[in-house]
T-cell receptor
Framework: DAGITQSPRHKVTETGTPVTLRCHQTENHRYMYWYRQDPGHGLRLIHYSYGVKDTDKGEVSDGYSVSRSKTEDFLLTLESATSSQTSVYFC????????????FGPGTRLLVL | SQQGEEDPQALSIQEGENATMNCSYKTSINNLQWYRQNSGRGLVHLILIRSNEREKHSGRLRVTLDTSKKSSSLLITASRAADTASYFCATVDNYGQNFVFGPGTRLSVLP
């Protein structure tokens, strides 16, 4: 699947605990994205990165932070998880050529109790 | 605010029939892409159509784009049970940076 993996694939946590999701790519692509997918909303962009240490907010960034210290890794952190952050989280990567498409990871299913 | 909006939300057809899904958007775009998602999996890119193109084909897929109406359609011909999935359109802005996905159309192809 385009050399992109996510870990963990499933996680159950409690409200108020910190959670970190990892996205790893082997494609050396510049752009990496974090989305959440909820019924009726499609995919909504949380944060994205356009290079090492270069990140920007998306549509639903409140309550989330990201870091990218290496090209291949993009971390998404929920500082203090809330039940509204129960969702399926997808990472995607993209090259820099015009008309590039996104390649998605398999997703992480997160349940916040 | 969402850029792409698919229509219908759900579609159920018999194997062999054609399936048509529509996508409307609000602002100018560089290109529009269609993706497919099987249950429990990530999205997979199907086809891309640029803003200066009106129609594109790929196998059993046909995509049209009408920039004056800000709409696109995805046609799957001779559908198969294996086409059962959710289909999403994504618009890409003129900088080629910002992808915005619609809520998707859930297609069920009955054998």
């Amino acid at each position: 699947d385009a050399g992109i993996t996510q870990s963990p694939r499933h996680k159950v946590t409690e409200t108020g605990t910190p959670v970190t999701l990892r996205c790893h790519q082997t494609e050396n692509h510049r752009y990496m994205y974090w989305y959440r997918q909820d019924p009726g909303h499609g995919l909504r962009l949380i944060h994205y990165s356009y290079g090492v240490k270069d990140t920007d907010k998306g549509e639903v960034s409140d309550g989330y932070s990201v870091s990218r210290s290496k090209t291949e890794d993009f971390l998404l952190t929920l500082e203090s998880a809330t039940s509204s952050q129960t969702s399926v989280y997808f990472c995607a990567i993209r090259g820099t050529s015009e008309g590039e498409t996104q390649y998605f990871g398999p997703g992480t299913r997160l349940l916040v109790l | 605010s969402q850029q792409g909006e698919e229509d219908p939300q759900a579609l159920s057809i018999q194997e062999g029939e054609n399936a048509t899904m529509n996508c409307s958007y609000k602002t100018s775009i560089n290109n529009l892409q269609w993706y497919r998602q099987n249950s429990g999996r990530g999205l997979v890119h199907l086809i891309l159509i640029r803003s200066n193109e009106r129609e594109k084909h790929s196998g059993r897929l046909r995509v049209t784009l009408d920039t004056s109406k800000k709409s696109s359609s995805l046609l799957i011909t001779a559908s198969r049970a294996a086409d059962t999935a959710s289909y999403f359109c994504a618009t890409v802005d003129n900088y080629g940076q910002n992808f915005v996905f619609g809520p998707g159309t859930r297609l069920s192809v009955l054998p």
